[in-house]
């Protein structure tokens, strides 16, 4: 498995001959260069209420099938199951996934902005090889991701939607997420790796990714 960050929540996820996008932007949104790959599944953690909104991200697919709301799928051999995230915004539909693919299971977490009133989460997220996870305000600030992570006890975590050159909205460096944790890893291109290598980790390990879109 292969795993790339174009910043934001934006990740390239392949194995084998199937690629898994997540939380696609433009450029305009971000400041951030936008991603342009073809995947065969694109996961969107936010979805807009409004009808017009929605018809947009739907039409907004370039390739391959699109989920973004809660439920089960099967596609391509990955099994997906998405969990409502609670909040106070009105404005849009937050899911949370658990993503099967093989013998590697995913997490992903999207838009989450607390650390309160997800017990439904956390049942489903157990078992988790690689979590993805917030590290700045608006969505969840260092201290909350880091409690957070250690709840779920993924064996890799990775951080996102934190501060990179060019990004147009004021967000925390991934700094302080790493002192709340307690580590300090080298930043990495990519992360290459399988379900052995994955399973020798006693403690949560944390992957910090170079964004490919940082302008």
Same mark, same amino acid.
């Given at each position: 498995?292969?795993?790339?960050?174009y910043?934001?929540?934006c990740?390239?996820?392949?194995?084998?001959?199937?690629?898994?996008?997540?939380?696609?932007?433009?450029k305009a949104?971000?400041?951030?260069?936008?991603?342009?790959?073809?995947?065969?599944?694109?996961l969107?953690?936010?979805?807009?209420?409004?009808?017009?909104?929605?018809?947009?991200? +739907?039409?907004?697919?370039?390739?391959?099938s #699109?989920?973004?709301?809660?439920?089960?799928?099967?596609?391509k051999?990955?099994?997906?199951?998405?969990?409502?995230?609670?909040h106070?915004?009105?404005?849009?539909?937050?899911?949370?996934?658990?993503?099967?693919?093989?013998? +590697?299971? #995913?997490?992903?977490?999207?838009?989450?902005?607390?650390?309160?009133?997800?017990?439904? #989460?956390?049942?489903?997220?157990?078992?988790?090889?690689?979590?993805f996870?917030?590290?700045?305000?608006?969505?969840?600030?260092?201290?909350?991701?880091?409690?957070? +992570?250690?709840?779920?006890?993924?064996k890799?975590?990775?951080?996102?939607?934190?501060?990179?050159?060019?990004?147009?909205?004021?967000?925390?460096? +991934?700094?302080?997420?790493?002192?709340?944790?307690?580590?300090?890893?080298?930043?990495?291109?990519?992360?290459?790796?399988?379900?052995?290598?994955i399973?020798?980790?006693?403690?949560?390990?944390?992957?910090?990714?170079?964004?490919?879109?940082?302008?």
């Amino acid at each position: 498995m292969i795993i790339t960050w174009y910043g934001e929540g934006c990740f390239k996820v392949q194995a084998g001959e199937v690629t898994l996008k997540t939380d696609p932007f433009e450029k305009a949104d971000t400041g951030l260069t936008t991603p342009y790959f073809n995947a065969d599944v694109t996961l969107h953690s936010r979805c807009p209420l409004g009808p017009e909104e929605r018809k947009k991200l +739907v039409s907004g697919a370039n390739s391959g099938s #699109l989920i973004y709301s809660p439920g089960e799928y099967e596609l391509k051999g990955i099994t997906i199951r998405g969990v409502q995230l609670k909040h106070d915004n009105e404005e849009f539909l937050d899911t949370a996934y658990t993503i099967q693919w093989g013998d +590697v299971r #995913l997490g992903y977490l999207g838009h989450i902005d607390n650390v309160k009133d997800n017990a439904r #989460l956390l049942e489903m997220f157990t078992d988790i090889d690689i979590l993805f996870v917030p590290v700045s305000a608006p969505y969840l600030e260092a201290g909350d991701a880091a409690t957070l +992570v250690n709840q779920i006890a993924p064996k890799i975590a990775i951080p996102m939607y934190y501060a990179v050159k060019g990004l147009s909205r004021k967000a925390d460096d +991934v700094s302080a997420f790493l002192k709340e944790f307690g580590v300090s890893p080298e930043v990495q291109d990519k992360l290459t790796t399988k379900k052995k290598d994955i399973d020798q980790h006693e403690e949560t390990q944390v992957v910090v990714l170079k964004a490919l879109s940082e302008n």
